[in-house]
């Protein structure tokens, strides 16, 4: 058979995929491949440039490299723009001169980034002012890199998707980081208005990013370099740099020059020809299918393949009848899933929806005729796999529709891995279904790292890791085996290649009590910022009082003990033991209120006062006159022990939980940990305190005799914590609740809650290491518990002396927020007060 030529103009996603496809049905025996892209690499995911700004992944970018290319017989003109087809003499011609000729032509030139028209933005018509960046290629994000080196602040105009994972990317360099997004909402293309609006909060509150919505940027003010961005009110944000994000454009014009059918982008039919020429074919961003341009990876995926069968011939009949938009994306560390519609459109439309601001979840579902036809998720996606399962293939629904959006009942995590399809897609970055991961597993591959490095599944914005998991872990044990364990999965931060037991040995033997020391000590390539925190926990862990902090480890609440707000205030939780407080502490937090101007004053679920809306200047002088310890209700630490009433007034009280409590909380109070600890105590079973879905719960049963929990959940997943043991006294409870800290605060991993760390572990092995203590392990827990509550220090003591001169300055613009309305029944008239109302 006569070989032909097949020229590919486009080595980004869509085209390199398009050509492995080819690959794939031996379309290597039959074409000559000559491939040109506009930059000088080799094929990467643009999906993980947020993680290269961020300053990691930049190893894993690559999908394929030049080698790859060479392997392949595929000729590669890396860095060379071809500028015209020639049609009618069937050549392309590069920017370099060269002139190819082609039997068969794949236009596949992607995108490019949106510029809005603005002042100030250019130099002249084709140079950007310094200090302002696009974020599509490699290029533009080692370049922000560089930039954001001896820069503060950056302002990103545009609050979707990439936009805020530019926002996100550029804070792990700590910068101050505005996004401005001209729209009233956050991803709107993925979230309706109440979700957008939770996911400001959780930008602002847990992330320090300020988020300004509904406001247009005019202009870009500058001084020879960026200096600030005028809104449309007129008012000027600050700014050392700025990241546009405002969209993506077709690259058509490489189809208009070569007079294709252009309109949004390059028309196409169901085989993915142009529809002027049947021996070009267009895919990715610039194709243009029954009116529809699609921006998404797995549409692209389904194109390259119904591409490669027609080309190759392996199926002449295939036919693109146009893609279901189903996205999971980790978005600035927040898991959102979108599909299908967002509201009800019709009127016998079903509409389900669960909201938690507080938690950062809202999950909404549209059913129509008994068949999903829409969902959004975020901050929990738990459901992900079986709705889009739904979404796609219209299977029958629960009659109970809220089971869509919670696990009340049904299979296990492992059983709805047994049950999915093997068509599901599981990454829908990298386009793997089920089907590819359980092949992989049958070829050999056993170990989830591995199944992820032969398929690419979890290479791209990587919220889909634990259905891979689930998924590789069903299938190895489905074909007798067990999962293996790679060595980087057991690393307990990405840039050091130790176990969380071997770095701590290290670090003990090396005496590195600072992050930098360990960077220089253990990281081959240097500093790694997302390490930074978890590696500052740690150390805090192994060296209590000698441990040496260093304020551009930590995360902004840590670096000021309050928690930042979304107007760029923060909020004040004194420590109240127990929750018992007196009238002299109340006095003064109203006394706090009044002085500081307050606005909202918030009874809190763990049984505390919350003072919202503190300036960050104001802070250290709120401690003072407060004159209490820190709640803790910011740092990943043991925060609080909610209590009854016990014995003094209850009716039923078995014990006093109220006193053993407020000794709990004295005793262990602040500790840092790996994530967040949450206690109760209640005074018997009727579980007034709600222990039994704690991450440390205690329960009386008479004749002070306790039972201690553990590993108890009450968020989107409940979770009944176990019993570890039954004992006797309070200074058992207490002694055995410091025991369990300490193993979980030495062997946790970063952020793993007692929920997940718990049946890790499994109850019978911590019963066994802990309460009978089979290792001989107690005696050193206790010791090094010791040593931690000895070391404490009440952080709300650095207001009388800062750490940094700037660490309570006023750094961050303030926006103005809504009054708290009264609710006290009062006879005022309707309107607001400014010191806040109980709520």
């Keep these: 058979m006569k070989m032909l030529d097949l020229v590919v103009i486009g080595n980004g996603m869509a085209g390199a995929r398009a050509v492995e496809e080819i690959l794939a049905r031996a379309g290597g025996d039959r074409f000559r491949i000559t491939m040109f892209g506009d930059e000088p690499y080799g094929n990467y995911n643009r999906i993980m440039l947020s993680h290269v700004l961020a300053g990691e992944g930049a190893d894993e970018i690559y999908l394929n490299p030049l080698q790859w290319y060479q392997d392949n017989d595929i000729t590669l003109h890396a860095g060379v723009r071809v500028v015209r087809v020639d049609r009618f003499a069937r050549k392309v011609l590069a920017d370099d001169g060269t002139v190819l000729a082609y039997d068969k032509l794949i236009i596949a030139t992607g995108s ?220 600035a560390g927040v898991d959102v899933a979108s599909m299908g519609i967002m509201r009800p459109e019709h009127d016998d439309d079903e509409f389900v929806r669960f909201s938690e601001p507080t938690r950062g979840v809202y999950k909404s579902v549209v059913v129509r005729a008994g068949r999903l036809v829409g969902a959004t998720l975020l901050g929990d996606v738990e459901k992900v796999a079986f709705l889009t399962q739904s979404f796609d293939r219209g299977l029958p629904l629960p009659a109970e529709r809220v089971e869509l959006l919670f696990s009340l009942a049904g299979p296990t995590e492992a059983e709805g891995a047994a049950e999915m399809d093997d068509t599901v897609v599981a990454c829908n970055c990298n386009g793997v279904s ?84 360990v960077f220089s000590a253990l990281a081959p390539d240097g500093e790694h910022a ?75 679920g763990g049984q505390r006062i919350d003072l919202l809306g503190v300036r960050k200047e104001d802070l250290p002088a709120v401690w003072a006159d407060l004159g209490m310890p820190s709640g803790y209700a910011y740092g990943k630490s043991m925060r609080t022990v909610k209590t009854c009433v016990g014995t003094d007034f209850c009716r039923f009280g078995l014990g006093d939980s109220t006193q053993l409590g407020i000794e709990i909380e004295e005793r262990f109070s602040g500790l840092e940990s790996p994530a967040k600890m949450k206690l109760a105590v209640s005074g018997c079973p009727r579980n007034c305190a709600e222990s039994l879905v704690k991450d440390i719960g205690i329960v009386a049963v008479g004749e002070d005799r306790w039972e201690v929990y553990v590993g108890g959940a009450a968020g989107a997943s409940v979770r009944k914590g176990d019993l570890l043991a039954t004992v006797a006294g309070r ?55 010791q040593t931690a509550v000895d070391a404490y220090v009440d952080p709300w003591t650095e207001g009388r002396a800062p750490a940094t001169t700037g660490q309570f300055g006023d750094a961050l613009p303030l926006i103005p927020l809504p009054q708290v309305p009264v609710r006290d029944g009062s006879s005022s008239p309707a309107g607001t007060k400014p010191t806040g109302a109980m709520a």
């Design 112 to 331: 490019r980034t949106f510029f809005p028209p603005m002042d100030g933005m250019w130099v002249d018509d084709r140079t950007l002012t310094p200090g302002v960046f696009g974020f599509r290629t490699m290029d533009d994000t080692t370049a922000m890199v560089d930039y954001a080196r001896d820069r503060h602040s950056a302002v990103v105009i545009g609050g979707g998707l990439l936009g805020l994972e530019a926002a996100y990317g550029l804070q792990q360099h700590g910068l101050d980081v505005h996004v401005v997004q001209g729209g009233p909402i956050l991803m709107n293309q993925q979230l309706d208005e109440e979700a957008g609006a939770i996911l400001r909060r959780v930008l602002e509150r847990k992330l320090g990013i300020t988020v300004h919505t509904g406001r247009r940027p005019t202009a870009i003010r500058s001084t020879g370099s960026v200096a600030g961005v005028v809104l449309g009110d007129g008012t000027t944000i600050d700014t050392d740099m700025v990241v546009v994000t405002a969209g993506i454009r077709p690259n058509i014009g490489l189809g208009v020059v070569s007079g294709l059918t252009v309109e949004r982008a390059i028309v196409v039919d169901d085989q993915m020809r142009s529809v002027d020429d049947g021996d070009i074919y267009v895919v990715g961003e610039c194709a243009q299918h029954r009116g529809q341009v699609y921006g998404l990876v797995a549409p692209l995926w389904e194109q390259a393949a119904v591409l490669a069968d027609h080309l190759t011939g392996a199926d002449p009949q295939a036919a693109y009848h146009g893609s279901r938009n189903a996205t999971k994306l980790k978005v």
């Design 530 to 604: 997302p390490s930074k925190m978890p590696l500052a926990s740690l150390l805090k862990v192994v060296w209590a009082g000698e441990f040496v902090e260093e304020k551009d480890a930590r995360f902004i609440n840590d670096r000021v003990h309050a928690n930042i707000q979304r107007d760029g205030t923060f909020s004040v939780v004194p420590r109240m033991a127990g929750g018992v407080t007196t009238s002299d502490e109340l006095r003064r937090i109203a006394d706090v209120a009044d002085k500081f101007a307050i606005p909202l004053i918030k009874v809190t």
């Design 731 to 785: 200074a058992e409870a207490i002694r055995l609740t410091g025991v369990f800290m300490q193993y979980y605060r030495e062997n946790a991993t970063w952020l793993e809650r007692t929920y997940d760390f718990v049946p890790r572990v499994g109850l019978d092995e911590l019963k066994a290491l802990l309460v009978d203590d089979r290792d001989g392990i107690v005696a050193g827990l206790q010791e090094r518990m």
């Design 434 to 517: 089920k089907g590819a991961l359980t092949a992989c597993v049958a070829g050999g591959t056993t170990s989830v790292s591995g199944v992820m490095a032969a398929t690419r599944a979890g290479k791209g914005c990587g919220s889909c890791k634990p259905l891979v998991a689930q998924i590789v872990e069903w299938a190895v044990k489905q074909g007798g085996g067990e999962v293996s364990v790679a060595e980087s999965e057991a690393w307990y931060v990405p840039s050091i290649p130790l176990g969380k037991p071997a770095l701590i040995e290290a670090i003990r033997a090396q005496g590195l009590r600072s992050v930098s020391q």
